[in-house]
Nanobody, 122 residues
Framework: QVQLVESGGGLVQAGGSLNLSCAAS????????MGWYRQAPGKQRELVAR???????NYADSLKGRFTISRDNAKDTVYLQMNSLKPEDTAVYYC????????????????WGQGTQVTVSS
């Protein structure tokens, strides 16, 4: 099994910054991609940013320039640096990982963290 534990959420004023972390633990062979999604009240979960093990990234178009995703493969940890936060960034932020659990199979599985609340006050 694979566990993803997020940290770093909280309450911040508009214009402020937060840095989220998500560490993977458990039994697995390789983490392909890791990413962040968010879900605001009454809205669908949406992609924030994603990064592969080779450090290729993609972002939601509306967040480019304010959010930066990075990854420490040695620590199986992904980070999300969020700058110039706006009230509309308020949401629960979820960590996601595409994990290859076995050396003998290329099949990968999707795992999710429990989510961390980010609240941006105006």
């Amino acid at each position: 099994q694979v566990q993803l534990v997020e940290s770093g959420g909280g309450l911040v004023q508009a214009g402020g910054s937060l840095n989220l972390s998500c560490a993977a633990s458990g039994s697995f062979y390789h983490i392909n991609a890791m990413g962040w999604y968010r879900q605001a009240p009454g809205k669908q979960r949406e992609l924030v940013a994603r990064i592969t093990s080779g450090a290729n990234t993609n972002y939601a178009d509306s967040l480019k320039g304010r959010f930066t995703i990075s990854r420490d493969n040695a620590k199986d940890t992904v980070y999300l640096q969020m700058n110039s936060l706006k009230p509309e960034d308020t949401a629960v932020y979820y960590c996601n990982a595409d994990v290859r659990t076995s050396l003998i199979s290329f099949r990968s599985y999707d795992y999710w963290g429990q989510g961390t609340q980010v609240t941006v006050s105006s």
